[in-house]
Nanobody
Framework: QVQLVESGGGLVQPGGSLRLSCAAS????????MGWYRQAPGKQRELVAT???????NYADSVKGRFTISRDNAKNTVYLQMNSLKPEDTAVYYC??????????WGQGTQVTVSS
């Protein structure tokens, strides 16, 4: 099993920044990719960003140029640096990991609220 622990959510004003962290533990050697999803009120959960074991990244069009996903292999941690935040970024952000057998793991979610 893989456990994912998130941190870094909170309240921020438009234009501000937040950095989300997701620390993985357990059978981390089985992880093939990690990333972030988000779910805003009244909307479906959507992919925000992913990073593969090989370091390839992918972003939703809505966050390109503003968000950066990265990884620290020594800490088994993935980060999401969120800059130039907009009110429409308000959502619960979920860390996820997918194993080499395509088994999915999910974090508990962390609230990001962008508001004046």
């Amino acid at each position: 099993q893989v456990q994912l622990v998130e941190s870094g959510g909170g309240l921020v004003q438009p234009g501000g920044s937040l950095r989300l962290s997701c620390a993985a533990s357990g059978r981390i050697f089985s992880i093939n990719a990690m990333g972030w999803y988000r779910q805003a009120p009244g909307k479906q959960r959507e992919l925000v960003a992913t990073i593969t074991k090989g370091g390839s990244t992918n972003y939703a069009d809505s966050v390109k140029g503003r968000f950066t996903i990265s990884r620290d292999n020594a800490k088994n941690t993935v980060y999401l640096q969120m800059n130039s935040l907009k009110p429409e970024d308000t959502a619960v952000y979920y860390c996820y990991a997918v194993s080499i057998t395509q088994y999915e793991y999910w974090g508990q979610g962390t609230q990001v609220t962008v508001s004046s």
